[in-house]
């Protein structure tokens, strides 16, 4: 499946994982794909990326305020599409990018097609121009379709008025389809659980610590990633869990054995990516209830989903997982299933091009 012409993308940071997507993507556009994207924040601790197939040009990201308050100008944006001139635009939908209006003016000013690329919208999370519905409706109406990266977005667009018919569901991924993972064995001497991820605070890692402290038999710990929090979560470790393994940052392929050595993903906070990767490898996930993402990937055959701050509902689920683990393997091979035939970044382009088509 491609699209006939010529893509320009829009992103504020290229994150590597993204790569493997845009690169495929690029390969399902026969005018090519231009991608223009600036740097994060230091304090953001993203590992950028760089494309090989796409065109990538990097943006003047002037960052503004902070927290609720942060806004991204991205200098260049007009001179970009005048030098790319594309046929279709992707946007991300976010009403803190400043410099969007004026890119969707200048593409429907020569009868081309802008399309909204997000999460979706809801009721709870302010725009930084005002909290009045208005708002939020005005933003997405500038878009001629959108893609959602969950079935929860695409509800939360079409309850503003958006157009059903419009509404793209392109399940966030990065994993590709994946190979038949090698067969785990039914009994181990000791279980490993795996978190993979940005260490923020909102991932709730030191209740993850805590939880396996309660075990019984205690698992294997092993922590994947860098970010703001892990020296405090290292010291908090050292007396509520001191078999924990703090791995530090790996990416792509160097996820691989660390993935292929756990039992049972844990993500006992909000956001991450890493699910769908690490169902990619077999794994059963618990993972606490997010932007939505969560609901298409994580169901009862292959999981739990728990509420974000619930400690005990943590503690149960994992008792739970590990009780069983015959049943646990059934549910890793689910994983797998979901992600091999329905939800992986092949999947997820294919949903683009026929956005793009319509």
Not at 4 to 32: H, I, T
Not at 36 to 63: C, D, W, Y
Not at 208 to 222: Q, V, W
Request: glycine share 10%; charged share 25%.
């Amino acid at each position: 499946m491609n699209f006939k012409g010529k893509l320009a993308l829009q992103q504020r940071v290229l994150p590597s994982y993204r790569v493997p997507f845009f690169d495929l993507l690029a390969g399902q556009c026969e005018g090519g794909l231009s991608l223009f994207a600036g740097m994060p924040r230091p304090v953001e601790m993203i590992a950028s990326g760089k494309t090989k197939v796409a065109k990538l040009t990097q943006a003047n990201n002037i960052h503004l305020l902070g927290g609720m308050l942060y806004l991204c100008y991205q200098q260049g944006f007009i001179s970009w599409l005048e030098e790319t001139n594309p046929d279709a635009l992707i946007l991300e939908a976010n009403p803190r990018y400043l410099s969007a209006p004026s890119a969707v003016r200048w593409m429907h000013s020569r009868g081309r097609k802008v399309i909204g690329w997000g999460l979706g919208s809801p009721s709870r999370n302010p725009s930084p121009f005002g909290r009045g519905i208005g708002v939020r409706v005005r933003f997405i109406n500038q878009f001629d379709a959108m893609l959602s990266y969950s079935q929860r977005g695409a509800e939360e667009y079409a309850a503003l008025g958006f157009p059903r018919e419009k509404i793209f569901v392109a399940h966030n991924s990065v994993a590709a389809k994946p190979k038949k993972p090698d067969d785990r064995p039914q009994t181990v001497d000791r279980v490993t659980i795996i978190f993979v991820g940005r260490l923020q605070a909102r991932k709730r890692l030191d209740s993850l610590l805590r939880a396996c402290a309660e075990l019984g038999t205690k698992p294997r710990l092993m922590i994947v990633g860098d970010g703001p929090e892990r020296a405090a979560l290292e010291e908090f470790a050292k007396d509520a869990y001191p078999s924990a393994e703090f791995i530090g940052a790996k990416h792509g392929a160097e996820l691989k054995p660390y993935f292929e050595q756990a039992d049972l993903f844990v993500l006992p906070g909000t956001g991450g990516l890493a699910v769908q990767e690490a169902m990619s490898y077999g794994l059963p996930v618990i993972v606490a209830k997010g932007d939505g993402t969560q609901d298409d990937l994580v169901r009862e055959k292959n999981g739990w989903q728990i509420p974000p701050e619930d400690y005990g509902a943590l503690v149960a689920a994992i008792k739970n997982a590990l009780s069983d683990m015959a049943r646990l393997r059934e549910m890793g091979k689910e994983s797998f299933r979901i992600v091999s035939e329905e939800i992986n970044i092949q999947t997820m382009a294919d949903v683009f091009v026929t956005a793009l088509s319509n």
